[in-house]
């Protein structure tokens, strides 16, 4: 019974990530030592949100968007629970390293409480899904904002080695990272609200005032990640908005001034 539930929430898929963990960190210390947090951190996040990122693609088909009510509230597969559980899993995961990382001066503690929030609150919700058995649609829609934590990722390997002739290439990725935020966060949020309005009947189908809980927490979550998307949108922005537009100024006074050349 024990070792059921165990895998039922994700305690392999736990296993496997903390292993993931202290690899990335290992292989980033002999490869960086100096900026081994930033690609260790980067390339653990990588990794694991891009195989994250196909499971979801494959779990969240074109029937289950377009289905009935009762089908997307309803609805489970393997694809889906094993979203919830790879989640579910590196929420538990991430909250000792968390720890350690901010008692050691690598982590911001602002950074830090603001992800203990996070992973609180989306825990209880993908808890809810693996509890009761429905609700994955919801669950795993949501999971699609994780395309930007990819892209985050690959941009903190990127960080230690900045230089000179990197610095364009991370105002590239700093746009394209903003432009993701607009698609994979501010709209698709407002899409998910959308379905929950749409399927506010799922409600009938709880079955207990813990089930009823669980399934009304899902919108308050939602927006507070909203909230998070934004302020992360803004901070980005501010941080890496004038950079940006530097770069592109530089690179329009250079195509001028061959133009300028070329018609002498």
Known sequence: MMS???????????CCILILRFATRALATCVCPDGWYDAGEGLFIFIFFAYLCFW???????????????YRCLHMNHDLTYCVQLYFASNFVDLPFFIRDASQGLRPVKD?????GHHTLS????FGALYTD?????????????????LVGLRRIILPFKKGKNSKLLSVLDLVIMLSYVKYRLYLFGMWFWYAWMDGVCLRHA???LENG????????IFFL???SVWWLRTMLSKSGARIIQHWQVLARASFASLFEKNE
């Open 214 to 221: 669980l399934f009304l927490f899902y919108t308050p979550v």
């Open 56 to 70: 979801v693609n494959t779990a969240i088909t074109a029937d289950l968007q377009a289905g009935s009510t009762e």
């Open 4 to 14: 059921a539930t165990f895998l039922a929430f994700g305690g392999w898929e736990a």
């Open 134 to 150: 429905k609700m994955y649609f919801f669950a795993v829609y949501a999971l699609r904002c994780e395309h930007t934590t990819v």
């Open 123 to 126: 825990s209880i919700c993908f």
């Open 112 to 116: 830090t409480i603001i992800m203990f």
């Open 226 to 228: 909203l909230l998070i």
């Open 207 to 209: 079955e207990g005032r």
